[in-house]
């Protein structure tokens, strides 16, 4: 898969987050994924103390969801954990999995944030440029904004927001299970965002997409993990 733009990750704090100031600017709160046939999912482990992050995506046909195919990188980073820098430090081998990528998904999930992040630019967002397609973030916790606890039932939502603006959606996406915090990442608008992902969940918390990826970078962090392409991928 191709990497439509790019910059250097190696980084200092200060210059991370100017280059995150510089680079919302190009973030698009709307668009249309049109017909979805493939979707994919992002996530990255790592060991506690550890510097070797394990990225990984994983593409599935839709609607069905069956994987088609599964791909791995794992790099040495310099860059530390910081709340909300996180892009920075698991970015660079993210990138180096998509190259890996065969597929070309219509939609691509991150755990993470998309806009509703302090200074706009999470994970979704920050790749979403740099791979030019539609993404969405769909985080287990706020970072910023807030939100009222949405109704009990699946499919209950209720708005993030900071200040009175409103940067995602907490979804439920289970019944009497913690909802998710669903962001516009680039390319796609708010209700198509919170619409794919109760699309793409199966009887789980996470969407399938990040639930299989979650998976997968696991188990490529244990040491169980090959870049795989699946029959029918690719």
């Keep these: 898969m191709k990497i439509s733009e790019n910059h250097p990750f190696d980084l200092t704090p200060g210059e991370a987050i100017r280059l995150q100031e510089t680079l919302r600017r190009q973030v698009r709160l709307a668009g249309d994924p049109g017909e979805v046939s493939l979707v994919a999912g992002t996530d990255a482990s790592y060991a506690r103390g550890s510097d070797e992050i394990h990225a990984v995506v994983v593409a599935l046909r839709y609607p069905d969801l069956a994987v088609v195919e599964r791909v791995a990188a794992s790099?040495?980073?310099?860059?530390?954990?910081?709340?909300?820098?996180?892009?920075?430090?698991?970015?660079?081998?993210?990138?180096?999995?998509?190259?890996?990528?065969?597929?070309?998904?219509?939609?691509?999930?991150?755990?993470?944030?998309?806009?509703?992040?302090?200074?706009?630019?999470?994970?979704?967002?920050?790749?979403?440029?740099?791979?030019?397609?539609?993404?969405v973030g769909v985080a287990k916790s706020l970072l910023s904004g807030t939100a009222a606890e949405p109704g009990p039932d699946r499919g209950s939502t209720a708005p993030i927001l900071r200040d009175t603006e409103t940067i995602g959606m907490a979804v439920r996406t289970r019944a009497r299970t913690k909802p998710v915090y669903v962001s516009v990442g680039h390319r796609i608008g708010l209700q198509a965002a919170v619409d794919l992902v109760l699309s793409t969940t199966r009887g789980y918390r996470l969407p399938e997409p990040t639930r299989q990826a979650h998976l997968y970078a696991n188990e490529v962090r244990r040491g169980g993990g090959q870049t795989t392409l699946l029959p029918g991928g690719g």
């Design 75 to 135: 790099i040495v980073t310099e860059f530390p954990y910081i709340p909300g820098l996180l892009s920075f430090r698991e970015g660079p081998a993210l990138l180096e999995a998509f190259r890996r990528l065969r597929s070309e998904p219509d939609v691509i999930f991150f755990d993470g944030q998309g806009i509703a992040h302090p200074r706009g630019l999470g994970i979704a967002s920050h790749m979403g440029i740099l791979l030019d397609r539609p993404t």
